[in-house]
């Protein structure tokens, strides 16, 4: 589970030219740019929340003078959004937009030539950033998902979407093109928010004759397997030696049972002579992900985990001597998961992010003598990182500010922002202000606790709180700035946030995130009640009038706490969360998440483990709810059935609990529609608003 009202007007005249180009298809869309936003007493709100400029793919020139990203705005009115490609000198200067099309630009990487590659659907394309000029590359008829040219540029590796089996009821019987059936004999046949259809991420390759090509051959012919693997990996699990001649690729090769059950990914090195393949990792369980070479090639990094069947395990960095086939873990003195790792161009150094006290940060890893060095600090979260010349170039967010573009001094950690992307716009807002407390648990352990105040935060008033339970129940929890569960939003309407990082979250170290697999409503909900109960000690907390609210895993929590809370909390709201956990057991997708978060099956009554977590399941104790709650839920959601949610509504119901539910029929394990969003936003703050400020 753990693996984002004023008035607009959109700027219309940017529209005028790209239109001429937009074939039948897209006459009737618009381009999307910044918004003109007025906003209105500094007030932030769902509809500010959509204008801000979204910052996607960063990458930097070969000479380190430019940096390339894109930046994509949303239309609430057209309820889509659209990415373009930007363009500023490596001090932020000179900042040019692009392109400017109806259609959104991607996985952008600056080529060698000067000019810069980019998809647009499915399509890969060059544009001189110096004049814009733009040249179709690719002339096939597949879409292509990903791409990575080979170091000289004299070929190209596609990701392409490559249909090899039969589900589909009308695709096996001719007479049927109408039926929408589909027909399955083993597990995996849907994952995350799409039914299995038979087709699979392949990589293929392919010569690149001027600026164009127009053959490429698939290196996995006819294997039911996905590289990259499916739902969320990109390119980032692939990579290419530095003399052209290797291609590692990340693949897990299992299928159905065996495949729902497993976390056992491998790299694979392909060669381009001989077209041989060879598994790196046979012998290492868990998942083996995102390859890099040396800058020489003798060399490569991978992540790792060691526990098979466990996802949220500690991610180690190896290194394979290539010459011997010897792997080492050069990561066990840092007690976090890295991630956006690095070689720097001597070989000698890594860079890389790594959580500390629930906060992303960068760290230098000397490779000779193993020491990590953390270079940044405070309450904020740095994300993908990039060595260019002296400096690093990072994007960076914190919960009162969306992702931005940093240079940052490798030497002391001083950051300076370059792109200012949403820089109006916050200008216009009164910003809540953020307290990082560290709140003693009931076993006397220090917890992060994210303490957001209202704009404005006068303590002579009383204010209503919100408890956040945090999602997973792994991942790190901090300060991320998220288009759905926005915590500077929530503050703006009022309310004090509370978020801890309660058992189980993975930013303060791994015995602490450990602790809550097959323990589930037990420490981690003392911490939760530590630490709401901790602040509502505070002379300006209304105790009287206290939510809580959580998605997913946090879900669970709120569905757990309505049966445990003892009249603590007024309100309750539940997004996509468990309330049956045996029915969770057999009906998610990934069998292996809840087999190892369980301890085993619910028909195993000879095991104690497993026994122990079902008797927490959240559904059990409903005799004692006794509050108002909410629920949502999406149709897609495959992780977290929507069975769940409608079954807790059921209950709620039958038992004369006042209860709502928000359905939404096209959304997954999120809300990723604007108009959607608004209007989870909207009920969201109408539900607690009822219940928690009285005197509206």
Not at 55 to 83: H, L, M, P
Not at 476 to 486: A, I, K, L, M, T
Not at 497 to 513: D, F, H, M, N, Y
Not at 665 to 688: K, M
Request: charged share 25%; proline share 5%.
């Amino acid at each position: 589970m753990k693996r984002v009202i004023a008035v607009i007007s959109m700027v219309a005249a940017i529209a005028c030219n790209e239109a001429k180009k937009a074939d039948n298809k897209d006459a009737d869309m618009s381009v999307i740019g910044r918004p003109e936003m007025i906003v209105k007493d500094g007030h932030l709100t769902p509809e500010v929340l959509w204008a801000f400029g979204r910052v996607g793919n960063v990458c930097v020139s070969s000479d380190n003078k430019r940096i390339a990203y894109t930046v994509q705005y949303y239309s609430i009115a057209e309820n889509r959004g659209n990415a373009d490609v930007y363009v500023m000198d490596a001090d932020g200067g000179n900042q040019r937009q692009l392109t400017r099309s109806v259609k959104s630009e991607g996985a952008l990487t600056w080529l060698k030539s000067g000019k810069i590659a980019f998809l647009r659907e499915g399509k890969l394309w060059n544009i001189d950033p110096d004049n814009g000029v733009e040249t179709q590359v690719s002339d096939i008829e597949q879409s292509i998902d990903g791409f990575i040219y080979s170091p000289d540029e004299s070929k190209i590796l596609l990701v392409i979407s490559v249909k090899l089996e039969k589900y589909k009821a009308q695709e096996r019987y001719d007479d049927l093109d109408k039926s929408n059936a589909m027909v399955y004999d083993d597990l995996m046949y849907r994952h995350w928010s799409e039914w299995k259809d038979g087709s699979y991420n392949h990589i293929y390759i392919a010569d690149i004759e001027g600026n164009k090509f127009s053959k490429a051959t698939d290196i996995m012919p006819d294997e039911p397997y996905d590289s990259p693997t499916k739902p969320f990996g990109g390119t980032e699990e692939i990579a290419w030696s530095p003399d052209g001649n290797t291609i590692i690729y990340t693949c897990k090769k299992s299928s159905g049972k065996e495949y729902a059950f497993s976390t056992n990914t491998d790299l694979y090195a392909y060669s381009l002579s001989d077209k041989s393949t060879k598994n790196l990792t046979p012998d290492m369980p868990g998942y083996d992900k995102y390859p890099q070479f040396s800058p020489d090639g003798s060399k490569l990094l991978f992540t790792s985990m060691r526990r098979a069947g466990f996802e949220a395990d500690k991610e180690r960095i190896m290194i394979i001597d290539m010459a011997t086939g010897a792997i080492k873990d050069v990561s066990e003195t840092l007690d976090a998961s890295p991630s956006s790792i690095a070689w720097a161009a001597d070989g000698k150094t890594l860079w890389l992010t790594a959580p500390w006290q629930e906060a992303h940060q960068i760290y230098k890893l000397d490779l000779a003598s193993g020491e990590f060095t953390k270079i940044t600090d405070g309450d904020v979260d740095y994300q993908h990182v990039i060595p260019s010349g002296d400096r690093l170039i990072a994007t960076r967010t914190q919960h009162i500010k969306p992702t931005e573009i940093f240079s940052i001094n490798p030497t002391d950690g001083v950051a300076t922002e370059l792109s200012f992307v949403n820089k109006d716009l916050l200008q216009q807002l009164d910003i809540p202000t953020v307290e990082k407390r560290f709140v003693t648990t009931t076993d006397n352990k220090q917890m992060v606790t994210w303490v957001i105040y209202p704009p404005r935060f006068d303590p002579s008033k009383k204010y209503p709180l919100l408890l956040i339970c945090t999602g997973g129940p792994q991942g790190v929890f901090g300060p991320s700035f998220s288009y759905r569960w926005n915590y500077m939003l929530m503050a703006s309407q009022g309310y004090v946030v509370v978020a801890p990082a309660r058992r189980g979250t993975s930013g303060s170290g791994q015995e602490w995130c450990d602790a809550i697999s097959k323990n589930h409503g037990e420490q981690e909900e003392r911490d939760l009640l530590a630490a709401i109960d901790a602040v509502s000690k505070e002379p300006w907390a209304d105790a009287e009038h206290i939510g809580a609210a959580g998605a997913s895993y946090g879900g669970y929590s709120i569905f757990h706490l309505a049966g445990t809370h003892r009249g603590r909390f007024k309100a309750f709201l539940a997004h996509c969360g468990i309330f049956n956990m045996e029915m969770m057991y057999v009906t998610t997708e990934e069998m292996f998440f809840e087999q190892w978060e369980t301890g085993g099956a619910p028909w195993e009554k000879d095991n104690a483990t497993a026994q122990r977590s079902y008797a927490h399941s959240p559904h059990l104790l409903v005799k004692n709810w006794d509050t108002p709650i909410m629920i949502v839920h999406g149709e897609n959601d495959y992780r977290v059935p929507y069975s769940q949610g409608m079954a807790a509504f059921n209950t709620a119901q039958m038992l004369g609990i006042e209860s709502r539910m928000l359905i939404f029929p096209t959304e997954t394990h999120w809300v990723l529609s604007p108009q959607n969003a608004i209007v989870w936003q909207r009920e969201f703050f109408g539900w607690f608003d009822k219940y928690l400020k009285p005197s509206n």
